[in-house]
């Protein structure tokens, strides 16, 4: 009769130390894929404080103020685009696709946005220049990518840009031939929008219309 192969203490103790380093290796791939997923998140934050610290790729400034030095003789062309990311029903077009202004000058242009959905629906415009190389040079005082936009079902808005070329970028000799900027926005959809707070006013309001009738 033939015996049944027995399995020594050692190569259970063998067995087991591969088992337990495979539970170890496998911990800290998972754990490298956490850390990895989640300073790519950070790094969305950083990314666009540093582009708007810096004008990197584009990215325009916000100033508080019209320029101390007031607007110079030079003028330029700034043009102006607009796209909607798919999933978002809005329609988004200027007012108007160019206009030329002073170098320092504070100008105010519309853009116009229709949500087109039978539903409330919200968006976040992202936003940069063209060339990129002029970002640090465009301030704007007040624009409506500064927040979360939230349309009700079949409204029409217009939303203001205050804008300003920045007059340091004469001292850029780079740009001594630039004729032309290029405003461009591009509106997201925003999946899970911030709730704004109601006033008590109007929450006290809101209670009494749930009470029932005495």
Request: neutral net charge; aromatic residues 10%; proline residues 7%.
């Amino acid at each position: 009769m033939d015996r049944e192969p027995t399995i020594s203490r050692d190569q259970s103790r063998t067995a087991r130390k591969g088992l337990g380093r495979d539970v170890l290796v496998a911990s800290i791939c998972g754990g490298v894929v956490a850390l990895m997923v989640g300073a790519s998140y950070a790094a969305v934050p950083f990314y666009n404080w540093f582009c708007r610290a810096t004008g990197f790729n584009g990215t325009t400034q916000v100033a508080s103020s019209a320029p101390a030095t007031g607007p110079i003789a030079r003028k330029i062309t700034v043009r102006f685009d607009s796209n909607v990311a798919r999933g978002l029903p809005w329609k988004f077009e200027p007012e108007q696709t160019e206009v030329e202004v002073n170098i320092g000058q504070v100008t105010t242009i519309y853009y116009t946005v229709t949500n087109q959905a039978a539903r409330t629906t919200s968006g976040q415009a992202a936003y940069n220049v063209a060339p990129l190389t002029v970002g640090s040079y465009f301030q704007k005082i007040n624009c409506f990518c500064f927040t979360e936009q939230t349309m009700a079902p079949g409204e029409k808005r217009e939303m203001p840009v205050v804008f300003y070329v920045d007059p340091s970028i004469v001292n850029d000799h780079d740009n001594d031939g630039l004729g032309t900027i290029t405003l461009s926005y591009t509106f997201y959809p925003v999946r899970d929008p911030v709730v704004k707070p109601v006033a008590s006013g109007e929450d006290d309001k809101r209670k009494g219309n749930l009470q029932p009738p005495g």
